[in-house]
Each structure stands twice: as structure tokens, then as C-alpha cells.
């Protein structure tokens, strides 16, 4: 999502990937549970994609969790650097896997230029608070179109990072919002299904000339709880136990 002052176009697909383990070991044997799709040992060394668009299928579909064994692989390390240039290139707020047509449980989140990127592998939302803000959100995925959309403020995550570790944290405000619409794209849903009302849409443009149209909107936006028609017109999220 876009920092509204620099209206940041951010991450936060021409192919679905081949996914198959059954060459996952050297000497064929099967690996265990890797995925629920599957990844031949050709797809895995094969390059990856730029920005996949909005229309492509392949970001309405739910993705697949990497096993410990995956997240350590040389690829995965790979295709997050691929992830974080192409998020980079772009100046970027964040990106998700599904975006370069990897259906995997990945994205990266760089809410501000000073922060590190953070790598976050099987995330899941732990707890979101009831309280809501409403704010510009764009997509890589959907170029030059920023939308108002309502996000908790706060959000209690956990996520592995690519070396394996287990981190569970608080985040708030730019940081929650864009952990939460590249969560989304794991999902298969994107931010123009969250808008605070189909008109709120705008060419990037638009958004630039009007710096006072989010002001104006949020008059008439009433405070929204977790559980209102408006946070969950397109389901809930799912939470982690």
C-alpha cells in the first residue's frame, strides 16, 4: 500500500507454476508433504515471473504452505530476492509470491524506505483490533489505480522467516495495513474487494490532484468494528489457533 504522501504504488501473473515434489530428492524418493500442489525438479530451477495483473487467475487462487525442507532451499532464498527487486523497482511497499505467479505462502512487507524488507513465510494473523482507519491502498498488480480501503490498526502476527525462525509480533498502522493486504493476496482476494465502498476508486492522477479527497470521504465514513458488512464482505480472515 501506498504512503499517501508519496503514493507509493506497492505489492502490498502469466503462468501458474508447475508445483510437484516428486524429484524433490536427489534419489527420487518423496520428500513428505511439501505442498498441496506439486513441483517438479525442472520448475524449480526455471525463472521466474514479472508482475502478474489483475485478471490473471492465478491471483484468485488460495496458496500452498512451504515445508521447513522448501523454505530452506536455495529457491526460496532466490525467489525472495526476485520478489524484493521487483518490489524495489517498483518502490514498492510490499509484495506476495501469487504476484510473480508463485503460489506460495510468502511476501515480503517494506512499509518504509528506512525499514529492512521483512521476508514473511506461512503467515497468519493471530488477533486483529477492533478499531479501523481507512486509507489509500494500490497494488503492483493493479497499476495506477489507488482505492480507500478499511484495515484493523493494529494486528498480532506470526510468520518464519527464510532462515527458519518462528516470529510472532505486533504490528500497527502502515506496517499492519500492508501485512494485511499482502496477506490477502495470499488468498487469492485483492484490494479492490476490501473498498470502503465501490466508488472510492481513483486514477493515481486523481489521487495526486486531490489531496483533500480522503479527507472529505472519511466525513462519511462511520467507525466500523472486526465483524461489520464492511470489514467482511468478502468472509472474515482466517485465524490462526
Known sequence: MPAFQRLRVHSIYRSFTA??????????????TFLSRSMTTASMHASFHGIQL???????????????????????KELAQHMEHLMNQ?????????????????????????????????PKIL????????????????????????????????????????????????????????YDHLEGVMFTERLSHPAHLAD?????????????LLKSFPPISKNSKLKTNIGKYRFAK
Open 19 to 32: 508445483l510437484s515434489l516428486a524429484n524433490w530428492n536427489a534419489n527420487g524418493r518423496h520428500a513428505g
Open 54 to 76: 489483475i485478471g490473471n487467475p492465478v491471483l484468485r487462487t488460495r496458496c500452498a504452505e512451504l515445508t521447513p525442507k522448501y523454505i530452506a532451499h536455495n529457491r526460496t
Open 90 to 122: 517498483e518502490d514498492g511497499m510490499g509484495i506476495a509470491a501469487p504476484q510473480v505467479g508463485e503460489l506460495l505462502r510468502m511476501f515480503i512487507v517494506k512499509p518504509e524506505p528506512s525499514m529492512p524488507s521483512k521476508v514473511c513465510i506461512n
Open 127 to 182: 488477533k486483529l483490533s477492533d478499531s479501523n482507519n481507512f486509507f489509500w491502498e494500490g497494488c503492483l498488480s493493479v497499476p495506477s489505480v489507488y482505492g480507500v480501503v478499511p484495515r484493523a490498526d493494529r494486528v498480532r502476527v506470526r510468520y518464519t522467516t527464510l532462515q527458519g525462525m518462528v516470529v510472532e509480533e505486533d504490528m500497527e498502522d502502515m506496517e499492519a495495513r500492508v501485512f494485511l493486504h499482502e
Open 204 to 216: 493515481a492522477s486523481e489521487v495526486m490532484k486531490s489531496r483533500t479527497l480522503l479527507g472529505e
